[in-house]
């Protein structure tokens, strides 16, 4: 149990429970750590105050409207613990609360606490006994535009959308989002995510694959552009990369035009290899020195830091393309990395 105040508070208006007229009433309940406690914390007096009065109410399961003001009080000195949320939502239950008030309650939590997962989980159960998801997009998107990588409120944001089926604008949000910043990977993220749930046709597939070659040009070097680039191809009827001539011919005029970014060349050692599956000589013969060449390139200058990975996909190319039936296009490493090599596959 945390102490966010200090004893400072007491000198700004704060009267302690123990002091107030109309919690006489209550015998406060201290902490047990037991007889021999392996930490001691020096909690504030004002910490230990609304904690003792809090413990008290929960034993006496008083729910009224001083044990909700309580309960508020105890969040402000450590809006993370559950018991003291849960309290309070058995409270807020009891008292047939205006809920709307709630949730203007906890939206001010959030914006001081904004990566608290319990504050989160509260606004969740509120909407969800409201049935009125009507503020959440508003909210989330209002964190988001002072912290566009805030987990909680992405994960509450899809939560909303996906339960309450408010699909119909978001991919232009993410749009917007994408403008201000084509390397927002929670963003690129999202976009899958309401695909996803969407539908991926013939249609939205061309759409998608010519929205993400326009953002990739924006920034080559960028990882989360070139993975949807990836996600978009494996949604289609066949998965495999040099299925979209127009995919081709972009990859191809970017390392023709000098760009060197590895997610670019890694995207062409998969299309190559798979290329070279399929075809016949001598384009087998040049498709394998393409992988080859591309592979080198990556272990001596464009992604050095990975170049034990790289010589193992080569190796692995290589073995395979020289074994009749044996090279079956699959050269992403993952499935017989040595363990030895503790070679990272993340690319």
């Given at each position: ?20 007229p109309d919690w006489s009433d209550v015998v406060p309940i201290e902490q ?316």
């Open positions: 149990m945390g102490d966010s105040s200090s004893d400072d508070d007491l000198s700004e208006g704060w009267q302690m429970y123990s002091e107030r047990d750590d037991g007889e021999n406690p392996v930490v001691v914390i020096a909690y504030s007096d004002r910490f230990k105050d609304v904690y003792n009065y809090f413990r008290a109410i929960v034993a006496t399961e008083e729910k009224s409207e001083r044990a909700l003001e309580l309960t508020r009080d105890a969040l402000v000195l450590n809006p993370a613990n559950y018991t003291v949320w849960q309290y309070r939502r058995d409270i807020l239950k009891a008292l047939k609360a205006d809920l709307y008030q709630e949730l203007d309650y906890v939206a001010d939590v959030i914006e001081s606490n904004g990566k608290n997962y319990q504050v989160w989980h509260h606004r969740r159960v509120i909407v969800e006994w409201l049935q009125d998801p009507s503020k959440e997009l508003e909210l989330t998107e209002t964190v988001l535009r002072g912290d566009a990588k805030n987990y909680h409120a992405w994960q509450h944001r899809q939560w909303a959308i996906s339960t309450y089926n408010l699909f119909e604008n978001e991919l232009n949000f993410v749009d917007r989002l994408l403008a201000e910043d084509v390397r927002n990977n929670s963003a690129w993220n999202q976009r899958f995510f309401v695909l996803n749930h969407t539908g991926f046709d013939a249609n939205v597939i061309d759409r998608e694959l010519l929205y993400t070659m326009n953002r990739i040009r924006l920034a080559t070097a960028n990882e989360s552009s070139w993975n949807f680039l990836r996600g978009i191809i494996q949604k289609s009827d066949d998965s495999a990369l040099d299925q979209f001539p127009e995919v081709v011919r972009f990859c191809e005029n970017l390392y023709d035009t000098g760009c060197r970014s590895p997610h670019l060349l890694a995207f062409l050692i998969d299309l190559y290899s798979e290329k070279a599956v399929r075809a016949t000589e001598p384009a087998r013969e040049e498709f394998a020195e393409k992988v080859t060449m591309l592979c080198n390139m990556m272990i001596e200058e464009c992604d050095t830091i990975r170049c034990r990975y790289w010589k193992y996909i080569l190796d692995n190319f290589q073995n395979a393309f020289r074994t009749p039936g044996n090279c079956d296009g699959n050269h992403d490493g993952k499935e017989q990395t040595p363990e030895s090599e503790n070679i990272s596959v993340d690319s």
